[in-house]
């Protein structure tokens, strides 16, 4: 019935814009569906269509360069613990021309050991409690130059981001 006396352009866009006000951001869907994506003059520097385009086998590299450096570092081992595997990568890419930035989950485990079967938690054993006893997975965040492969920064957020962050010094 409305499809008939209005035309199709004029609904999906009364549909988009009642779409975006549910979620604040009315002007940019509005500019979407009449003008099209916005032009590469018209962006901010450092968006995500500026970036520059980094392979898998460069931020693998540059993962494993980051995983090298917490696996060798004192502090590291004794604020969080060695550092087990890699669980997730969740991005990679170059913010700024001749840096590249990754972004993943790591796995750390602390050693010690469970307590033992004695009334009221007295002594300790060499039982095994469990294979994640003293297993935390921390968000790893790095930079790295591109040409020489040198750690710039990095950190490791613990609690989702809420509690402590280790920061590496390079």
Do not use: W
């Amino acid at each position: 019935m409305i499809m008939e006396r209005t035309p199709k352009r004029l609904y999906l866009a009364l549909l988009l814009i009642t779409a975006a006000g549910s979620f604040g951001d009315v002007s940019s869907f509005v500019r979407l569906a009449h003008h099209g994506p916005v032009p590469a003059r018209c962006r901010l520097p450092g968006t995500r269509a500026d970036m520059a385009a980094v392979s898998q086998g460069e931020a693998q590299k540059g993962i494993d360069a980051v995983v090298g450096a917490l696996r060798k570092d004192k502090r590291c081992l004794d604020e969080l613990g060695k550092l087990e595997k890699v669980t997730n990568v969740l991005g990679f890419g170059s913010p700024v021309p001749g840096t590249l930035a990754v972004r993943f989950n790591a796995q750390f485990k602390k050693g010690g050991r469970g307590m033992s079967s004695l009334p009221f938690g007295l002594g300790q054993s060499n039982k095994s409690e469990g294979t994640n006893r003293g297993v935390m997975v921390g968000q790893v965040k790095a930079s790295l130059d591109k040409g020489t492969g040198k750690i710039k920064d990095c950190s490791v957020f613990r609690d989702l981001g809420y509690g402590r962050a280790f920061n590496l010094k390079v």
